[in-house]
């Protein structure tokens, strides 16, 4: 690391890789932060100004190496900012990352206009400061890789690039940023149809979702025919589906929650550069490096999705212990669980049954004409079946009570006759 370059002392290392290879925090004469880019040998620079770019301020010369002075920003670059809401198992409204792309297509358009491409946009060359501004990094200085997975199809195939070349490289952002997939896991995958945005998340406005997929279609006379007619759409996109007031604040205040911790860590760093106090050890550029973005699934294009999640995934059947059927997935239909006959000396085993309305006990039919089927059981004729015991103990009541009825009237009887006979009773 050089101790100067040009007038400014280099204190730290911002960054490592990339096009410039390197990026390093430096202050000027009167102490103010600035970052210095190495720029590589082919890179002729930007001449665009936008509040949307990154402003260079000059460029430096130094052992026959030129140096771009830049603006310090304090803020993540948005492959950081994906990454940790995929930590943090936050969303982002997509209205706000409307708004977000409209500024990207706004500093894009900035640049087209001074007859510039960018070739490289990426969510690594997005920058959202902490105040909730957006700036485009890499202008000018940005390589084309061919192994990128934010190629255009043109670019892939070596043709002419026009400016629907970088709004298909905003698309994939966008589509990244709204879903937090990343459309391509490979380069070998660049080439497969990409299914809408609305078939990985719950809930995706229709208008985003075309918006999207028209930036995306492979002839570039398909697409937004600028960057700026595909911000108006956003914008008008963005005013419709979020209603939370100031985006920037909103977005600023989003950066305070998610990234609190590095906030406070990056602030202390730039009190000891403005007083001259050695710094010692600078905040690493991005965040969260170990996070993986997933990949779009195009298995689920047709399914059904749950209501405010991404494409949910089937459930595997439980394994249960030896010997049990499986357990289905969570959703199926309930099972009723009978015993079914065991060989001698082993326990009876669990089968599956079909669920089984519950019977309805017997009714009790009033007496009348009974007739015997064929299972020995009695059948009172247009009457429910009731089991021959239930007849034989209701029987023996009426059979008792009628013998009671009998006595009396035969006692009576008996009685009265004595009486005529002059008999006493």
Request: proline residues 11%; contains cysteine.
């Amino acid at each position: 690391m050089p101790d100067r370059i040009g007038s400014y002392e280099v204190v730290g290392r911002l960054a490592v890789g990339g096009d410039s290879g390197e990026v390093w925090l430096a202050k000027s004469v009167a102490g103010q932060p600035v970052a210095i880019e190495k720029m590589p040998a082919m890179a002729r620079g930007s001449l665009a100004r936008h509040p949307n770019l990154v402003e260079v301020r000059e460029v430096v010369r130094h052992e026959a190496e030129r140096y771009r002075i830049m603006e310090y920003l304090e803020g993540e670059n948005l492959a950081s900012f994906i990454r940790r809401l995929i930590k943090k198992r936050e969303r982002l409204s997509v209205g706000l990352a409307a708004h977000m792309i409209a500024e990207v297509c706004d500093g894009l358009h900035a640049a087209h206009v001074a007859g510039e491409l960018h070739r490289a946009v990426s969510p690594e060359t997005v920058f959202i400061t902490y105040g909730g501004d957006i700036k485009v990094l890499e202008l000018g200085t940005a390589i084309e890789d061919p192994s990128s997975l934010y190629l255009s199809p043109e670019q892939v195939a070596g043709q002419p690039l026009g400016r629907q070349s970088d709004v298909y490289a905003i698309a994939l952002v966008l589509y990244e940023l709204t879903t937090l997939r990343r459309v391509f896991g490979d380069p070998s995958q660049r080439a497969i149809e990409i299914p809408p945005p609305s078939t990985q998340t719950e809930s995706y406005p229709p208008q985003l979702d075309a918006i999207c997929m028209q930036a995306l279609a492979r002839d570039p006379a398909q697409r937004f025919r600028s960057a700026l007619e595909m911000r108006d759409a956003l914008l008008t996109t963005a005013r419709t589906l979020d209603s939370s007031g100031d985006p920037t604040q909103s977005l600023a205040s989003k950066l305070m929650r998610l990234f609190g911790d590095r906030i406070a860590t990056k602030r202390a760093l730039l009190d000891r550069v403005k007083v001259g106090i050695p710094i010692g050890d600078v905040v690493t550029a991005e965040a969260d490096e170990e996070i993986e973005v997933p990949v779009i699934s195009r298995d689920l294009v047709d399914e059904p999705r749950s209501v405010g999640k991404p494409w949910p995934l089937p459930a595997p059947p439980v394994t249960p212990p030896q010997g049990l059927p499986p357990v289905p997935p969570q959703g199926s239909p309930p099972l009723l669980a009978q015993r079914s006959p065991a060989p001698r000396g082993k326990p009876p085993s669990l089968v599956p049954a079909t669920v089984q309305p519950r019977a309805k006990p017997p009714s009790l039919a009033p007496p009348g004409p009974f007739e015997t089927g064929d299972t020995g059981e009695v059948v009172a004729i247009g009457a429910p079946l009731i089991t021959a015991a239930s007849v034989t103990k209701r029987g023996f009541r009426w059979g008792v009570l009628l013998l009671f009825l009998v006595a009396i009237a035969g006692g009576g009887a008996v009685g009265a006759w004595l009486r005529w006979y002059g008999l006493p009773f």
